[in-house]
DNA sequence: GCTCGACCTG
DNA sequence: CAGGTCGAGC
């Protein structure tokens, strides 16, 4: 049989992530082996490549480089074995249920005895010349192993082989140490030497004296270590019921819910195909995880490839070709809620590392689909593409109602910079991280203060808002389907979750910016001083150093603060002032002559713009004051234009000239720490 | 020489 | 949003 690159098994790359990046969630093993067993797993072409350019570069061992002599440890090549060959060691693990039953050793590890030999060999090198005996081996079905005499391509087998061995004996998912020595070699030295040892880098190898697989006579532990590893999969197994039957709930709840769809119809799809080939355990396994899949369906509100793939499915191809639309419907839903579920814990659990994970696997281009910004169809009426409203009186006589040539769409933001949350946080705490990953998922989604998040995404709030200012409307409340109030207690209780004070102070500002009521000095600026300094922008444009005293009250000013602060109000007076030339000019171009045409109202696309990047989450009520010196400002811009000043290179000095004497008088209650909540409480 | 603000860039 | 540069004003 020969060996293809193509049939390289992604769910055991990942595997090796997990091993290489800290030994620390073997729990993963788990998971990604019942999915690889459960068959739905297959490699999405050039998806899980460690080198875009080369085809067959799948390993993530291979960016790693040895400590001793400054090479890569392993090429980028083929060592995987096809992935029948672990789709046969899961089956062979599922099919027997219970859990008394012994699995043979040599079944997961078909060439024990040599990589055991490989690894007792000696040598400064990690890999010994001794290693060439494995090229005597079997070599999982290749045809040709004379490539294999290669030094590098044997240890790379060796590692890979290693790693199933750990795979098969380690009975605990939590075990940091998972390659460990024997317990009298465990000494406390050791122990530390491992610890820092992968701080300092990936674990890109096992050395000979952390691998329990070099010594002999050890068979009968492994037996009991694989009758753990047994127990394990059935834990997960159960813990992949619950969740997929918390995931499925609101699905289930609600006949018009887009798990009819695509998702839906691939359930379907795969119970019929898997109920000819697989037992009722694997069959459980899978539907579980389809019911997940469902529910990360469910979450996506748009852009998703998906509906391009719920579009072929909805086709009437769909009894013909009905294979190949589940497997990419199937391919594409589980790399991503394993990349990102990868992502997600390696992030967490290695945060030293500077190149996890999203960089170390070249990630396949999973899109979380993008929060940027989009740009207005061509269903946006014309009038408000981009104008200031005309005064209601001129408007039937004024107003443009056709699109000259070349017209310039703008972004209409205020729609499209709401953030989406759908993604269920992971709140990787000590106390959870040590659960496993599907653990963390069922913890998030019962208790987590996100818990509504999933379902929330699959109905959001209605974009089309109307425009006035809503009060009391935080953006906690928008992104929660039954809003509730976010009490001081309940934040506190989320910064007890956060290891730092830094840490909190970031998720606060993730979360809703709202200043943390204290009379703590801060000593640096947090995202809630940026927010309440562009609530400030409204009312002043020009704020003296002194002003900024006076309003953050809760800061120490040092030079750094106030020049930060002086930078942020310049930034924004700068999109400010860019707004405006643009909205401006367009006027000019659609043929407005009278300046007193421009009025900045709070429906207009201007407004729109200013208001979402000042006030992202609509909560604060803009001052007219704002909307008078936003008026003047076009008209000048305007003005300007037409009389063909900006010719000259200084020709909005003269403008902000103008705009820096109409600051305005910020209220009080913007200088106490928790004025934002009375500013947006009115 | 210093500060400030606009402008450019990443 | 932050860092750097440049010119203007004092």
Redo the contacts with the bound molecule.
């Keep these: 049989m020969a060996y293809r690159p193509e049939e390289k098994c992604p769910a055991l790359l990942i595997v090796t992530y997990c091993v290489e990046m800290g030994n620390r969630s073997f729990s993963w093993y788990g998971v990604f082996a019942i999915l690889l067993g459960s068959g739905i797993f297959k490699e999405e072409k050039g998806m899980h490549r460690n080198n875009v350019s080369d085809p067959y570069d799948y390993s993530p061992i291979s960016r790693h480089v040895d400590g001793q002599n400054g090479e890569p440890c392993i090429e980028r090549g083929h060592f995987f074995p096809p992935p029948s060959y672990y789709a046969s060691v899961i089956s062979h693990l599922l099919s027997q249920p219970d859990a008394n039953s012994e699995l043979e050793p040599n079944f997961l590890l078909p060439s024990l005895q040599n990589t055991e030999r490989l690894f007792q060999s000696s040598g400064n090198k990690t890999f010994s010349k001794e290693a060439s005996t494995l090229s005597q081996l079997p070599l999982y079905g290749m045809s040709n192993s004379s490539q294999f005499h290669n030094e590098h391509l044997q240890a790379k087998r060796a590692r890979v082989e290693n790693i199933i061995r750990g795979m098969s004996i380690l009975p605990n998912s939590i075990v940091p140490d998972t390659f460990g020595e024997s317990d009298e070699h465990h000494t406390e030295k050791e122990k530390n030497y491992r610890e820092s040892k992968r701080k300092q880098k990936p674990p890109h190898q096992q050395s000979p004296h952390e691998t329990p697989l070099a010594r002999p006579g050890k068979i009968s532990i492994q037996s009991d270590e694989c009758l753990q590893l047994k127990k394990q999969l059935h834990l997960l197994q159960h813990q992949l019921k619950q969740l997929g039957k918390k995931f499925l709930q609101p699905c289930e709840l609600s006949d018009s819910s887009p798990c009819q769809g695509s998702m839906g119809k691939a359930m379907y799809l795969l119970k019929e195909k898997l109920g000819q080939s697989l037992d009722n355990s694997s069959q459980a396994i899978v539907s579980n995880q389809l019911q997940d899949l469902s529910w990360k369906n469910i979450s996506k509100t748009e852009g998703s490839k998906l509906s391009e793939k719920e579009a072929a499915v909805t086709d009437s191809h769909i009894l013909t070709s009905e294979d190949s639309t589940l497997s990419e419907i199937l391919k594409h839903e589980l790399i991503q809620v394993v990349t990102q579920a990868v992502d997600s814990v390696l992030k967490k659990v290695l945060p030293d590392s500077p190149d996890l994970p999203s960089q170390m696997c070249n990630a396949p281009p999973v899109t979380v689909s993008s929060t940027g910004r989009e740009f207005s169809g061509a269903g946006e009426k014309i009038s408000r593409k981009w104008l200031p409203k005309f005064s209601s009186h001129k408007a039937s006589t004024s107003r443009i109602t056709e699109k000259p040539p070349g017209f310039p769409t703008y972004p209409i933001s205020s729609k499209m910079e709401r953030r989406s949350q759908a993604n269920c946080p992971l709140i990787m705490t000590s106390e959870v991280q040590g659960n496993g990953i599907i653990s963390q998922m069922l913890l998030c989604s019962q208790n987590g203060p996100w818990g509504n998040t999933p379902r929330m995404a699959s109905s959001p709030e209605s974009l089309d808002v109307p425009w006035q200012p809503i009060k009391l409307k935080s953006s906690i409340m928008r992104h929660q389907r039954h809003p509730v109030s976010l009490k001081l207690s309940e934040m506190e209780s989320f910064a007890s979750l956060a290891a730092s004070k830094a840490e909190f102070s970031e998720m606060h500002g993730a979360v809703n910016e709202i200043p943390f009521p204290s009379t703590h000095i801060q000593e640096a600026?947090t995202p809630g001083h940026?927010r309440k300094a562009?609530l400030m922008f409204f009312f002043t444009r020009?704020p003296?150093?002194s002003l900024l005293k006076a309003y953050f009250l809760d800061v120490q000013f040092t030079r750094c603060v106030t020049?930060?602060l002086?930078?942020?109000f310049?930034?924004?007076?700068?999109?400010y002032?860019i707004q405006m030339e643009k909205f401006a000019r367009q006027a000019f171009l659609d043929g407005i002559t009278d300046p007193n045409d421009l009025i900045v109202s709070r429906d207009s696309e201007l407004f729109r713009t200013l208001n979402t990047?000042y006030n992202k989450g609509n909560d604060f009520e803009v001052p007219d004051g704002f909307l008078d010196v936003a008026s003047l400002t076009l008209r000048e811009f305007f003005g300007a234009i037409k009389g063909g000043k900006d010719l000259d290179p200084?020709w909005?000095?003269p403008i902000?000239k103008i705009i820096?004497k109409l600051d305005g008088k910020i209220p009080d209650t913007f200088k106490s720490s928790s004025c934002l909540q009375e500013a947006i409480q009115g």
């Design positions: 600026l940026l562009k020009y003296t150093s020049s930060q002086i930078k942020w310049s930034n924004f007076r700068e999109f002032y990047h200084s909005k000095k902000y820096s």
